[in-house]
């Protein structure tokens, strides 16, 4: 009994080790007697995530074919029909007539060339001359990373551009400044909000210069030595809109770094994209009510309908954490791989096209969240009141009478002392009350104590008070003309 289950197991490792009736791959099937298992082939398949990237396998071969024919390395009817060829696949793509098998096809480059000979014949079967997968899937992916940095690119500076309105617009009201969370010194909201532009302003640096590293070319490397073949890689780079060929083609074919930069610049993005969902989620329960947000970008409660969830913004933070792991992924599929192409580098397109679509939504929805929301300028006000925010400039205030700091600092302190056991503010106190501390103190103590004033008077480039945050402005909106003229180009 136990026997004759034995043998029926070995007899299923059989069949599945002898093929299950797959054909070896028509590709190279020539030194093959059998084939992957189905289950085997889908595992090892990235059509499934690589036919994302038709356009750029269209692309590139087509502009693979055209330099062939000018090199004299196939005929210009060849390029003729292969060219034609690609054009009528990708209407099919485009209108969603073509049938993507991943039983047929491992990825997107096996599945246009099997197409394409099918139906062009032997001209398909030269589109390959001096290339590999290895350098097509390499062209493809440092385009599609490319278009995706300009995608981000876009959705970054239209993200400032909201940034930089409502702090115009803001401009005048003040609010709690924290540090460790606890009330610091009062600041004005535009001040606030423009810290997020320059973060914005770091993240479109850190993308342009991820698109710089991916805009080399590394067609024509090859699997991995270059090719007997006369290629013109400078003319190939040239048609693809690189800005060169890549130098070295072992390194070509397993570079990946571009996307490594990629997903960094998207990871630091998404996390300065969470700080701000953090604050909004905070500023918008009912203990701080220093925001509304709109309707349009809330969501209720099955359940509780008093409930108004600042839901956009709580998933954009957790989504952070899912860009930090595309990284970390791809750094470690990199980490172990010996020169030149290994089949982990397949690894690197689900991380990248993730972090892209994550990084895109997010920008899509702060974008839209931080045009709509109502600052509530009287509570950020009143809250600006809170806190004994005024307490350093109480002490400067004393230090202008001729008072050491730290004496000063000793003095404010017992004051901000009583009055949190007395449970009033800063601004109560009487000229007389103050007197009882310190001697120095007179009438114009008060306008010390003036929350408008305290801010107006940080006036240090960079500061917060009324003057800088109006020259950071203008600093502002010329930052973002370049980086609106970087689009443009
Ligand atoms: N599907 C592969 C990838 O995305 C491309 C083919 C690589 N070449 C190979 N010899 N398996 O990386």
New binding site residues.
């Given amino acids: 009994m136990a026997d004759s289950k034995a043998k029926e197991v070995t007899a299923t490792n059989g069949a599945q080790a002898a093929g299950e009736g797959t054909e070896p791959k028509p590709l190279w099937g020539g030194r093959f007697s059998a084939a992957p298992t189905g289950e085997l082939e889908r595992f090892g398949?990235?059509?499934p995530f690589?036919k994302r990237m038709w356009r750029q396998d269209i692309r590139g071969s087509k502009a693979h074919a055209a330099m062939l024919a000018h090199q004299g390395v196939i005929s210009a009817e060849d390029e003729r029909l292969i060219r034609e060829g690609l054009d009528e696949i990708a209407g099919e793509i485009e209108r969603g007539e073509f049938s993507f098998d991943v039983d047929r096809d491992?990825?997107?480059?096996?599945a246009i060339e099997r197409v394409l000979t099918e139906r062009v014949g032997p001209a398909g079967g030269r589109l390959h001359t001096g290339r590999?997968?290895?350098d097509?899937?390499a062209v493809d992916?440092h385009m599609i990373a490319r278009d995706l940095a300009d995608e981000v690119l876009e959705a970054i500076a239209k993200m400032q551009a909201v940034v930089l309105e409502r702090a115009e617009g803001e401009f005048g009201v003040v609010m709690p400044g924290y540090t460790h969370m606890q009330p610091a010194q009062p600041v004005l909201l535009s001040h606030h909000l423009l810290a997020y532009f320059w973060m914005l302003d770091r993240d479109f640096r850190r993308f342009q210069a991820a698109r710089a590293a991916a805009n080399r070319c590394p067609l024509g490397s090859a699997?991995l030595a270059g090719t007997t073949y006369p290629l013109d890689r400078q003319m190939t780079s040239a048609a693809l809109g690189f800005d060169a060929a890549t130098n070295n083609s072992m390194d070509s074919v397993s570079d990946r770094d571009y996307l490594l930069d990629f997903i960094y610049a998207a990871s630091v993005c998404q996390v300065h994209l969470s700080r701000l969902c953090e604050e909004l989620v905070i500023w918008s329960t009912a203990e701080f009510a220093f925001v509304e947000m709109d309707d349009a970008h809330s969501t209720g409660s099955s359940i509780m309908p008093q409930k108004k969830n600042p839901d956009f913004a709580e998933l954009v933070r957790g989504k952070s954490g899912r860009v930090a792991g595309d990284l970390m992924g791809l750094l470690m599929t990199v980490k172990g791989t010996p020169l030149t192409?290994d089949?982990d580098?397949?690894e690197?397109?689900e991380p990248l096209f993730d972090a892209a679509d994550t990084v895109l939504g997010s920008l899509m929805a702060c974008t839209g969240m931080l045009a709509t929301c109502a600052f509530k300028d009287e509570r950020l006000r009143e809250a600006s009141h809170e806190g004994y925010m005024a307490a350093t400039d109480l002490a400067d205030y004393l230090v202008g009478k001729g008072l050491p700091f730290r004496q000063a600092h000793a003095v404010v302190g017992r004051i901000v002392g009583d009055c949190v056991r007395e449970g009033v503010t800063l601004q109560q106190l009487t000229t007389d009350e103050l007197r009882s501390y310190s001697e120095l103190f007179e009438g114009d103590a008060h306008a010390a104590l003036d929350i408008d004033n305290i801010v107006r008077r940080r006036t240090t480039y960079g500061g917060t008070g009324h003057d800088a945050v109006k020259v950071q402005l203008e600093e502002a909106k010329a930052a973002y003309g370049r980086n609106e003229a970087a689009l443009a180009r």
Avoid at 106 to 110: A, Q
């Fill in positions: 398949a990235s059509l690589d491992e990825d997107i480059h096996m590999s997968r290895n097509q899937t992916t699997a192409y089949k580098l397949q690197d397109k």
